[in-house]
């Protein structure tokens, strides 16, 4: 192809950066002297909107269906909506032997099989490196730096929002709300946070990391997930004291030919790499037969890192065979079951506020040794007694799961219980 035609669907932040890009590359030569990339049209939901770009410079369409009564190579799609225009635009577009790139996980992490095997059928690719940490190049070195690595664990820090919160409220000891609400400001959230605080947008990308890790279907129904909004700034404070911070940590791993895949606010130790990992940046742990440890980190967010990986695949499209080994893997993948997440062993964080008298302390105790729970520390802060409520902070060796979950009953039903149990597991 030396006069790649392109459709763009979806000009928001990124889709904008995107046909910025396009024309820079134009202009450089950079790829190429003998290719050149045409954008045969443009769609978005409103055409009077401030933009970054000219939108006079390129055909319009109201409705982005139209675009179909054109020929062209490659369909952007940077709608992001789960199903709706978006599925069917990609649909649509592989049917008709036309390459995707897209930016939508929750699509993917929802149709993905589907989409992969048309894309096969027909011999085009359906490419979704910014899907996944921004302008971070996971995708890329899943697929072709380690693609012959056994990889044993992923985990990582996959939502800039919530990582900004935390990091505020750990730093600058703000509040939940403060936070959030300077994240908006700072347009780092989206108008609806919903899908970031409540651990949903980092679900959807872990997902899909582990269908290309571990070479299985996708599943979103196996991505167990929790967000950010269950604790206090009190807990990230008596986090520190036990040498830990709180990240919304994403993980997955293979254990006995089953896969875990979990999105949960972690306590993680003060000295690992993704406890450094500050403001709205992302940051991936890989763990292979290879690689004991293989840490990247970037931006997770914005027009321009988002758009660096629009243009990765735009460049991979043009330069890739058409039977790329990802293509193979994706139309070819084996059908698991998931993990009980009951039959993990894990180390937990407690804080339990309970009212200042005598013999509380040892009751607590009680009730988790009947359950087989140790414990490995335990804080009662006498200090920071309010209105005669103490808060105890205990932190416990490995257990499992549902052990836990039977202690919380247990306790929360007792008459000197002061407010919700908050557990948090600790990061291994």
Not at 43 to 58: F, L, T, V
Not at 300 to 319: N, P, V
Not at 385 to 395: Q, Y
Request: charged share 25%; proline share 1%; with cysteine.
């Amino acid at each position: 192809m030396n006069n790649i035609k392109i459709a763009v669907v979806g000009l928001g932040t990124v889709g904008s950066n995107v046909v910025k890009s396009i024309e820079s590359l134009n202009k450089s030569n950079k790829v190429n002297q003998k290719i050149q990339f045409e954008i045969i049209g443009i769609s978005a939901k409103s055409k009077s909107k401030k933009r970054i770009i000219d939108i006079n410079k390129y055909k319009w369409f109201d409705d982005p269906i139209d675009l179909f009564n054109f020929n062209f190579d490659v369909l952007i799609e940077l709608i992001g909506t789960e199903k709706g225009i978006s599925y069917n635009l990609i649909k649509k577009a592989l049917n008709q032997n036309i390459n995707v790139i897209t930016a939508n996980k929750a699509l993917l992490a929802k149709y993905g099989n589907e989409l992969f095997t048309i894309a096969k059928n027909n011999e085009v690719k359906l490419l979704f490196e910014a899907a996944v940490a921004g302008g971070i190049p996971i995708i890329n070195l899943l697929k072709n730096s380690i693609f012959l690595n056994r990889i044993n664990h992923i985990s990582g820090i996959l939502n800039g929002t919530t990582n900004f919160i935390l990091s505020q409220m750990e730093k600058n000891n703000c509040t939940f709300d403060e936070s959030l609400k300077l994240a908006s400001e700072k347009g780092y959230a989206e108008q609806d946070p919903t899908n970031d605080i409540e651990g949903i947008d980092s679900a959807y990308k872990i997902t899909l990391l582990s269908s290309l890790c571990y070479g299985i279907e996708i599943n979103h129904n196996f991505s167990n997930y929790s967000g950010i909004n269950n604790f206090d700034i009190e807990d990230i404070k008596y986090a520190k004291k036990l040498g830990y911070k709180i990240k919304l940590i994403s993980e997955s791993m293979l254990i006995d030919d089953q896969i875990y895949i979990d999105t949960s606010p972690k306590l993680i130790n003060e000295n690992h790499s993704l406890a450094r990992v500050e403001g709205v940046l992302n940051a991936i742990n890989i763990k292979t037969d290879h690689l004991k440890s293989l840490f990247i980190e970037g931006e997770g967010a914005g027009g321009k890192a988002t758009s660096s990986s629009i243009i990765a695949d735009l460049y991979e499209l043009i330069t890739s065979k058409k039977d790329s080994k990802l293509d193979s893997s994706l139309s070819n993948l084996k059908n698991i079951k998931s993990y009980d997440k009951n039959s993990l062993k894990r180390a937990y964080y407690f804080r339990i506020l309970v009212k200042d008298q005598p013999g509380v302390l040892s009751k607590v105790t009680s009730i988790l040794t009947s359950k087989n729970i140790s414990i490995q520390t335990i804080l009662q802060l006498n200090e920071e007694k309010i209105n005669d409520k103490v808060p105890i902070i205990l932190k416990t060796y490995e257990t499992f799961e549902k052990n836990i979950q039977e202690t919380i009953n247990i306790i929360s039903n007792e008459n000197f219980i002061e407010n919700k149990i908050v557990t948090l597991t600790i990061h291994n």
